[in-house]
């Protein structure tokens, strides 16, 4: 299949921003547009809304009180840094690009943006279920290697790869660009 | 005049006066050709305590080549020391290590000779091996499967962790939210969290229930968070133990190599093993990763490996020591023997500010160079360096090299430092120096002579014989021929042996001192140069020898020129009493040269003392005043047995304004003191040198042949008259070696040298008034000189006597008494 457009979600988790440095290459490789989504998770929104909404540090595990406003603050900044991180992988290249921000649930997000010949990479773990609603075949990856013959037996509808594992999501952009390049077909 | 007592001394004939060598006696034309002389010249005990201590393979059998300078000490020492190194076994090399165990402390290894530099290449090599087996075994996919496999473990304990509280709150109607720092617990709302206003409008008790379900949600949550550094930390062991299992079979195939070829070497073998084990532990260290890419491991950057490079220093090898296998014991000379220059030193590199250090920036000292076989230093460079003589002291007690640098010892810089494992000793040293420091040392070190138990104690000169005088022959063609200098011939060789006479000051005697000698012939072959001569003549050394005069004569022709002029006052003509020409000598630069000097004594009633002006004034050394001293001793003893002497006298060395040294001229004085007791005019044509003793026998003294050459000088100067000439003791007549001047004018009977044994011989020559012995009765014959002096102090002692019995009968005493 050839990929018009290749279209990654980003959401509130720094450390999954890896993937933007093989995202850039893959679609300069690919001559796709890249788009980039940062979603802001509604429900978070809504938990931090809650009177008695706290948070349990992921390493530290201490308990921090949380408001929406700082919780605006703190997804507008995250949104700005991955937008700079974006900047400067995709400055050193000549890839079209574009960044938004939306707000609702990634898998949704994505799935509203995504189009024919579109290539979605989605760090979720089972949207399964959303893909036959939304007209978009949905393959959630348990090895890279699934991710060049997924696209060779992809039509026109868009192709989601679907992963919590940002490693693996790499990984697959990584074979995905030197397949694409190996064989032009 | 009265009969003399004695018979008159004879003057010295011409051949007394300058022991010639005669020419003829030699059977070669010039020095091309004598053999070498192996060895040098009259150094026999030296040779053989060299010899002895070079052989005696012993504790503390160190040698002190001691003797004057230029006697050629270091060229024996080093031409004994060359012979023996050859005959002896190439030492071993020696390198430092890095110490796995204990960092700060290198550890040295020993290999045979000339396989230091082998093995720190074939380390490099491995190292090499090492940095393209080990990633490629990391590329393997062996060990991404087994790698991926470690990491899904922790990701899946992880995440099953938090699943299982997300389940559990699931149960409660309580949804899991990830946060950006974290987690959050809210409750469900159909397949999103609640909201708000939802939340507001439920009963106050539900509301309750639900902070208190989510409370609890969240102490589970924080348990499990706490456990995951836990399991974080055994993933790493896997991963670890992964390392080692993947590049294990790399690393001991490629040391394997290496330690069968060290096989037979137990401390190079265990130095590999701990490189192994260490490889094996840092194998991550020998990846390259690719520019830019940060190395992850369970999604968190891992900390880049500092500096690769830098981390592989570690399995350099610093060969400290490398010899060339066959080349015999080294010979080691350091000029410069400071503390860091004996014992090595350990290098810094500035880093960020601070000084930093590891076992590569270790060198060597001259201790470590000379190990296994001889180090040869100056004993006073030694000295002279801060701590040095004690570091060398230590290293030879210890038997061992223990680098340590100054500023370490005296905790002068803290920084990182090094204590390299000590390396152990076995060296022969060769101190070499003066007698003095030798004898200093002795007497001050309690340790010195513990290690420096042999003294090769060098002489400056040699019995001058037919057999010797061929020797030297021999032994100025050999350093003509080291030089590369012209032969030269017989007449010149006879010259330079007359030098070598004249330079120990000895007619019996010939100068060994080899660098003087060394510089005359080359002094000598530059004028025959000059003369366009093939061969350097007797005219060429006479030139060099006057050549060298004239360049070192300033000071003697300026103060013979102020002689000459009246402005020093000598007489060379007339009488005088008590005024005598005593002679000095002054050693500047290493060049003597006599002058004369006025002494004059004056007399008067005293209490018995005579007093050294130069003294008083503390100008005179302590020799000088025993002399005078001894004058005193002399004069009671002799002419006021059995009444006080009633004497006051003082001597003076006229326009000295240095200080004066040596008794030398304590015969001219007492010559002055005797001619002004007896009023008897002293004859100004002669000068006189010679110590005295107590019973008036004249003593020998040094620089005869200076003295009588300053006062001849000043002779000519003024014309010789015929009647002038010089006193010396007879004891001295052996040392003479007189220019040629001197001889030639006292065989032209213009200059005369008396050697005198008694004062009684030298008052007579230079009063020309007889000295007088006593006769049977005990009294001297009137009108001698001894006569003349007994009188006068009797004088005076009468007038003492007379002065201290009151003044009633003084005056008929005293009447009586000239009557």
């Known amino acids: ?185 | 005049m009265a009969s003399s007592s004695a018979p008159p001394v004879p003057e010295l004939v011409p051949a007394q006066l300058c022991r010639s060598c005669d020419p003829s006696r030699f059977a070669f034309r010039t020095t091309e050709e004598l053999e070498d002389l192996p060895l040098v010249l009259g150094q026999r005990r030296a040779v053989a305590a060299i010899r002895f201590g070079i052989g005696m393979e012993r504790d503390g059998y160190n040698l002190f080549a001691m003797g004057p300078e230029g006697v050629g000490r270091h060229t024996v020492v080093r031409g004994h020391l060359e012979q023996e190194a050859a005959r002896r076994e190439t030492p071993s090399d020696w390198c430092y290590v890095f110490n796995f165990e204990t960092p700060h402390r290198p550890r040295a290894l020993r290999l045979p000779p000339g396989e230091a530099g082998r093995f720190r290449q074939a380390m490099a090599r491995l190292v090499e091996d090492l940095r393209a087996a080990i990633p490629a075994a990391f590329e393997s996919d062996e060990y991404h499967a087994r790698l991926r496999e470690i990491e899904a473990e922790f990701g899946e304990r992880q995440e099953r962790a938090i699943g299982a509280i997300g389940e559990r709150a699931a149960a409660q109607g309580i949804a899991l939210v990830r946060t950006p720092a974290g987690f959050g617990f809210a409750p469900r709302h159909g397949d999103g969290v609640m909201s708000p206003e939802h939340f507001h409008k439920l009963p106050e008790e539900e509301r309750k229930r639900i902070e208190s379900t989510i409370s609890a949600l969240q102490e589970e949550l924080e348990r499990a968070i706490h456990d995951m550094p836990k399991w974080r930390s055994e993933a790493q062991r896997k991963l670890r133990d992964l390392n080692r299992q993947v590049t294990r079979t790399a690393v001991t195939s490629l040391i394997g190599e290496l330690r069968a070829q060290y096989a037979a070497l137990g401390e190079v073998v265990g130095y590999l093993d701990a490189v192994q084990e260490d490889v094996l532990d840092h194998a991550e260290f020998f990846r390259q990763p690719r520019e830019g890419e940060q190395p992850m491991l369970f999604g968190l950057p891992l900390p880049l490996p500092e500096a690769g490079e830098a981390f592989l220093r570690r399995y350099q090898v610093n060969v400290l020591i490398e010899r060339t296998p066959g080349s015999g014991a080294p010979i080691v000379h350091e000029d410069n023997p400071t503390n860091d220059n004996l014992v090595g030193r350990i290098e810094h590199i500035a880093q960020m500010g601070a000084l930093v250090t590891d076992f590569t920036l270790i060198k060597a000292g001259a201790l470590h160079r000379a190990n296994g076989g001889y180090l040869v230093l100056d004993a006073l460079k030694v000295l002279a360096q801060p701590l040095a003589w004690e570091a060398l002291k230590r290293a030879l007690r210890l038997r061992e090299i223990r680098i340590e640098s100054l500023g370490q010892a005296l905790s002068l810089i803290s920084t990182v430092s090094l204590e390299p494992q000590p390396i152990p000793l076995e060296v022969k040293v060769v101190l070499v120096g003066q007698r003095m420091l030798y004898y200093l040392l002795h007497a001050y070190d309690p340790e010195f002579g513990e290690l420096f138990k042999v003294a090769a104690d060098f002489e400056e000169d040699v019995a001058r014989d037919p057999e010797n005088d061929f020797l030297y022959a021999r032994m100025v063609a050999t350093l003509a021929r080291g030089a590369k200098l012209r032969p030269l011939d017989r007449d010149a060789v006879a010259r330079v042996i007359e030098y070598g006479a004249r330079a120990a000051g000895d007619a019996e005697k010939l100068s060994v001192e080899l660098r003087d000698l060394c510089d005359l012939l080359r002094e000598s072959d530059y004028w025959a140069g000059l003369a366009a001569r093939e061969v350097v003549g007797a005219e060429d050394v006479e030139r060099a020898i006057e050549a060298r005069r004239d360049r070192a004569g300033r000071i003697r022709e300026r103060l013979q020129e102020e002689i000459l002029r009246g402005t020093l006052l000598i007489d060379t003509a007339g009488s005088r009493v008590g005024q005598v020409n005593g002679l000095s000598v002054v050693t500047l630069g290493g060049v003597s040269f006599g002058v004369p000097h006025r002494i004059t004594a004056r007399v008067r009633l005293g209490a018995g003392k005579v007093v050294d002006i130069e003294r008083e004034a503390q100008l005179g050394g302590p020799i000088h005043s025993k002399g005078v001293l001894i004058l005193s001793g002399f004069l009671a003893g002799r002419y006021a047995v059995n009444r006080p002497l009633s004497l006051a006298a003082s001597l003076v060395f006229e326009q000295s304004y240095g200080v004066v040294e040596g008794d030398s001229a304590s015969s001219a004085e007492l010559y002055a003191l005797l001619s002004a007791l007896a009023e008897v005019p002293v004859n100004q044509s002669f000068a006189v040198t010679g110590s005295v003793n107590q019973h008036g026998e004249v003593q020998a003294i040094g620089g005869v042949n200076e003295k009588i050459e300053g006062f001849f000088e000043v002779c000519r100067g003024r014309g010789l008259t015929g009647a002038q000439g010089v006193l010396i003791p007879a004891a001295n007549v052996k040392h003479l070696m007189l220019g040629r001047e001197v001889v030639e004018a006292v065989a032209a009977g213009r200059f005369h040298i008396y050697p005198v044994a008694t004062v009684d011989q030298g008052i007579e020559i230079l009063t020309g008034v007889p000295a007088g012995d006593r006769d049977a009765l005990g009294r001297f014959p009137p009108g001698t000189v001894n006569f003349r002096v007994e009188q006068r102090l009797a004088d005076f002692a009468e007038r003492a006597r007379a002065l201290g019995a009151g003044p009633g009968p003084r005056k008929p005493a005293r009447g009586k008494a000239r009557a």
């Open chain 1, 1 to 185: 299949m050839k990929v018009r457009r290749l279209i990654i979600g980003l959401d509130p988790v720094p450390r999954r921003w890896a993937l933007i440095e093989e995202a850039v290459a893959a679609a300069g490789r690919m001559e796709a547009e890249l788009i980039a989504l940062f979603v802001e998770n509604a429900a978070l929104l809504d938990f931090a809304q809650l009177p008695f909404a706290r948070e349990v540090g992921a390493v530290s595990a201490a308990r921090r009180a949380l408001d929406a406003q700082a919780m605006e603050r703190s997804l507008r900044a995250m949104a700005g840094e991955a937008r700079r991180m974006l900047e400067a992988a995709a400055g050193r290249s000549s890839v079209r690009w574009s960044f938004r921000v939306a707000r609702g649930s990634l898998v949704e997000v994505l799935l509203a943006e995504a189009g024919e010949e579109d290539l979605v990479i989605a760090t979720a773990g089972h949207p399964a279920e959303h893909g036959r609603a939304w007209k978009a075949r949905v393959v959630h990856l348990d090895d890279p290697e699934q991710a060049l013959a997924a696209l060779e037996a992809a039509g026109g509808e868009a192709l989601v790869l679907a992963s919590e594992d940002v490693a693996r999501l790499r990984e697959a952009l990584r074979r995905l660009a030197r397949g694409q390049q190996r064989d032009p077909d």
